[in-house]
Nanobody
Framework: QVQLTVSGGGLVQAGGSLSLSCVAS????????MGWFRQAPGKERAFVAA????????YYADSVKGRFTISRDNAKNAVYLQMNSLRPEDTAVYYC???????????????????WGQGTQVTVSS
């Protein structure tokens, strides 16, 4: 069983930056695609970014493209989300999730992910 621990959330002013980390315990993340999702108040959870097991391919929601960067360090069993130029509409609880193994497609669909971290709050003030 894999456990995903998410950290790095907080309060930041619009235009600022935050970096989220997702560290796995119990099992290695190597070989698995990973994704970041977020849920804003009163809204359904939405896709943010995904990365393949190799790290060679990434995919972003249009709303964060050019501002957010997903990366991974398999040696550290971790996935990261660097968020720049933050906007108030980025306010949400952010989750990381583990996807299918050895897929070369960075999936955006939630049903492709079977293990989820506990989430971290990101609040962007205007």
């Amino acid at each position: 069983q894999v456990q995903l621990t998410v950290s790095g959330g907080g309060l930041v002013q619009a235009g600022g930056s935050l970096s989220l980390s997702c560290v796995a315990s119990g099992r290695s993340l190597s070989g698995y695609g990973m994704g970041w999702f977020r849920q804003a108040p009163g809204k359904e959870r939405a896709f943010v970014a995904a990365i393949t097991w190799s790290g060679r391919s990434t995919y972003y929601a249009d709303s964060v493209k050019g501002r957010f960067t997903i990366s991974r360090d398999n040696a550290k069993n971790a996935v990261y989300l660097q968020m720049n130029s933050l906007r108030p509409e980025d306010t949400a609880v952010y989750y990381c999730a583990r996807g299918p193994n050895y897929s070369n497609i960075p999936y955006s669909a939630e049903e492709k992910y079977n293990y989820w971290g506990q989430g971290t709050q990101v609040t962007v003030s205007s």
